[in-house]
């Protein structure tokens, strides 16, 4: 089946660092990549679409400019929280699709931030 | 914009007691997914339909895409304590909005032993 693995699982770091969360499709190649923010018992809250060689979609409300993401490639996505603080911190998790129309999204393990 | 509503919001069940649960929406879509996420991890996809009317099991797992296209359900049969975690149903529009997904609030399930 298809897998998903993001990297790293947890962060932990200081205020005003940024912080590079990948996210790769091991097994299909993904034109799509979607990055998402979770709060404690709370559903998925989709920040912003990757696509393949153009510039990310982002959801209203969400800051361009402070989560950067770039999909170099046609099986990795990346997300940098800049200058990241507390309110930053999250769990947040990538899924990746294959092409095709009955291709459902597959999930990474996520990665939990904690900014001190 | 596009909005599911699952339910129940929680469970708390005996094991070996059968569950289920539903999301509805105003909305029409052609894919209607169900996933299960475990504390700390990502979510991991049960069952996948594509048809309307379609009913699909994977082990004790059941769900059926809805006639209308608006709703889903998902059975669960004789739980076990694994069971135990958070389920998300979730509706995609085919390929148009490159495939997002809108994904409802969840349904919290607690299995006692």
């Known amino acids: 089946g298809a897998v998903v693995s993001q990297h790293p699982s947890r962060v932990i770091c200081k205020s005003g660092t940024s912080v590079k969360i990948e996210c790769r499709s091991l097994d299909f190649q993904a034109t799509t990549m979607f990055w998402y923010r979770q709060f404690p018992k709370q559903s998925l809250m989709l920040m912003a679409t990757s696509n393949e060689g153009s510039k990310a979609t982002y959801e209203q409300g969400v800051e361009k400019d402070k989560f950067l993401i770039n999909h170099a490639s046609l099986t990795l996505s990346t997300l940098t929280v800049t200058s990241a603080h507390p309110e930053d911190s999250s769990f947040y998790i990538c899924?990746?699709?294959?092409?095709?129309?009955?291709?459902?999204?597959?999930f990474g393990d996520g990665t939990r931030l904690s900014i001190l | 914009g596009q909005q599911l509503n699952q339910s129940p919001q929680s469970m708390f069940i005996q094991e070996g007691e059968d569950v289920s649960m539903n999301c509805t929406s105003s909305s029409i879509f052609n894919t209607w997914l169900w996933y299960k996420q475990d504390p700390g991890e990502g979510p991991v996809l049960l069952i996948a339909l594509y048809k309307a009317g379609e009913l699909t099991s994977n082990g004790r797992l059941t769900a059926q895409f809805g006639i209308t296209r608006k709703d889903s359900f998902l059975n669960i049969s004789a739980s076990i304590p694994s069971d135990v975690g958070i389920y998300f149903c979730?509706?995609?529009?085919?390929?148009?909005?490159?495939?997002?997904?809108?994904f409802g609030d969840g349904t919290t399930l607690t299995v006692k032993p």
């Open positions: 899924s990746a699709r294959d092409t095709g129309p009955r291709t459902p999204q597959h």
């Open positions: 979730a509706g995609q529009i085919g390929n148009t909005n490159a495939g997002k997904s809108t």
